[in-house]
């Protein structure tokens, strides 16, 4: 079926666990009349809601209009909104493509939070778009149970939203674990892989995707890279899963180009006076413009960031992509390599040592030691390039005494749990912990990569596609796969799962807290 972005205006949807009354209500109390105007000559929202960011007291809340228009944001503890915790309006114009977030503040801890969107006409508030209902639970003030998810690779070689196979299914299966938010590890789109209608299966089935004219070729102008992020928004499982759970988004390669580096990645464009790729500040802006981050005045466009959840988590989301080296990673190229750089690196340093959460969770787009000549890890033997910053940092974490880092991401497209270990590694000074790598969301499926013994890590569970079903298979084969993240509010441990699309556990791994022991001593030498 072949649509334009004109033709996917998203219908109002029940939530899973949510009576239809929430949108009839919605439109009581203060919400303008959409009576006014013949429906065509309402904005109405054309990609439904995402919210993103969560902290203790505030949010950021996405949408997108099908038309210049005013977004109306209204929240509340309920979901009858009897009572408005406040209000928030924010334009929509051509120049971010219709979409708008609104920053809500002043919110209560550990609380579930109801937000109902609307589009208003700019020049007339009485002529309004429908109202959806979006929701999210802000980070808790105390010591409370905390559950999310994280995967990554959404819509990527070639596989699209076969409807008859029930689409982007890995998020409705996510949304019934009813996590309290979602880390999405990179690569939100393939920008660099077309969609085409038809695609044949090894057992001789046909493939069926959505077709959109701007997800029909390898994007490179602005329209083409947003038309990425809209194609996947136009998936039922998508937009009711973002409705409900908030996101901490982070990005990697194909938001640009199959494994790009800040400067190398062009087309015939080439570079602006600033000497930045136009490619890749294409592709930045319009990641910025559809995934629910803050903003940052200080350095604008910057990814790496913090997000706190209580005093038993914090999360620390990292930008493998825009401070790397330009050269592959090849042992024999001795050239200055980094893979976070100096700034980002330092960054996470004070970060880690100056948090008092219980856990540390560092959400990587990479993994650490799966050999790439893209990521970090080479081969066997002492660090070499890109492999020296995390020698420093895991070192740094031992010296300074910090405890209780899980590393989390995904990209591997198969998924696996990875303990490391410096009486098993080359490098060996570092305390032990854990990786776990997991996706793709929807996308081919790999199998499992090389490991290296710089840093110690063995195999305690891997799950991909075998020899035999070949790379690529089908989202359709039922190897997709997200991992499930579970602390308990009374004993602190932590559980982490790894799930497939039917939401079957894989495997599971308990894991409890230690002591963390500041090491007494002044850290800024480390800086």
């Known amino acids: 079926m072949a649509i334009t972005i004109r033709d996917a205006q998203p219908t109002r949807r029940q939530f899973l666990t949510r009576s239809a009354s929430t949108l009839a209500l919605a439109g009581i109390g203060g919400v303008a009349s959409p009576y006014l105007s013949r429906a065509a000559d309402r904005p ?77 006409d700019i020049a007339d508030a009485r002529i309004s778009g429908e109202t959806q209902v979006g929701h999210f639970k802000t980070a808790p003030a105390g010591k409370q149970s905390i559950s999310f998810v994280w995967s990554g690779d959404t819509v990527g070689q070639g596989w699209g939203i076969d409807s008859a196979r029930g689409g982007l299914r890995s998020y409705r299966t996510m949304l019934n674990n009813r996590p309290d938010f979602f880390i999405h590890s990179g690569d939100h ?59 901490l988004a982070q990005w990697d390669d194909h938001e640009v180009t199959n494994d790009w580096s800040p400067i190398g990645s062009v087309d015939e464009s080439g570079y602006d006076e600033h000497g930045a790729s136009r490619l890749v500040s294409r592709a930045r802006q319009a990641f910025h413009e559809f995934i629910p981050m803050r903003e940052r005045p200080e ?43 100096p700034v980002q690196l330092a960054w996470l340093k004070r970060e880690l040592a100056a948090s008092n959460a219980t856990w540390k969770v560092i959400a990587a787009d990479l993994p650490i030691g799966l050999i790439s000549l893209d990521a970090i890890a080479l ?52 305390e032990p912990f854990w990786e776990f790598v997991s996706g793709p969301l929807h996308a081919g499926t790999w199998a499992p990569g090389q490991l290296d013994n710089t840093f110690g890590p063995a195999v305690k569970f891997e799950k991909g596609c075998s020899e035999a079903q070949g790379e690529n298979l089908a989202p359709c084969f039922g190897l997709q796969f997200f991992g499930h993240v579970g602390i308990d509010g009374s004993t602190e441990v932590m559980t982490v799962t790894l799930k497939d699309v039917d939401d079957r556990a894989l495997w599971s791994v308990q894991i409890a807290p230690r002591p963390d022991v500041r090491a007494n001593r002044v850290l800024s030498q480390h800086f």
């Open 44 to 120: 109405n929202i054309s990609c439904g809601l995402q919210s993103g960011d969560v902290s203790t007291d505030s949010a950021i809340v996405w949408a997108r209009a099908d038309r210049a228009a005013r977004m109306q944001v209204d929240y509340a503890t309920t979901e009858s909104f009897r009572t408005i915790l406040g209000s928030q309006s924010v334009d929509a114009l051509p120049d971010s493509d219709f979409t708008a977030k609104a920053l809500i503040e002043n919110l209560p801890p550990g609380q579930d939070i109801f937000y109902r969107v609307r589009f208003d």
């Open 189 to 247: 789109i393939y920008a660099d892989c077309p969609i085409e209608s038809e695609l044949k299966l090894p057992n001789g089935e046909i493939w069926r995707n959505i077709v959109m004219e701007e997800k029909s070729v390898v994007a490179h102008d602005l329209a083409q890279f947003r038309g990425n992020y809209k194609y996947n928004l136009l998936d039922d499982n998508m937009r009711a899963f973002n409705a409900q759970v908030p996101i």
């Open 299 to 341: 350095q604008a466009g910057r990814v790496y960031r913090k997000a706190s959840y209580g005093p038993l988590l914090d999360v620390f989301l990292l930008d493998m992509r825009s401070y790397r080296d330009s050269t592959w990673n090849k042992g024999d190229d001795q050239a200055a390599t980094y893979i976070l750089g």
């Open 379 to 430: 081969g066997d033997g002492p660090p070499q390039r890109r492999e020296h910053e995390i020698a420093d940092l895991l070192s740094f974490i031992k010296h300074a005494g910090i405890g209780n880092t899980v590393w989390l991401t995904a990209d591997m497209h198969y998924t696996a749990a990875h303990h490391y270990d410096p009486n098993r590694a080359v490098f060996q000074d570092f």
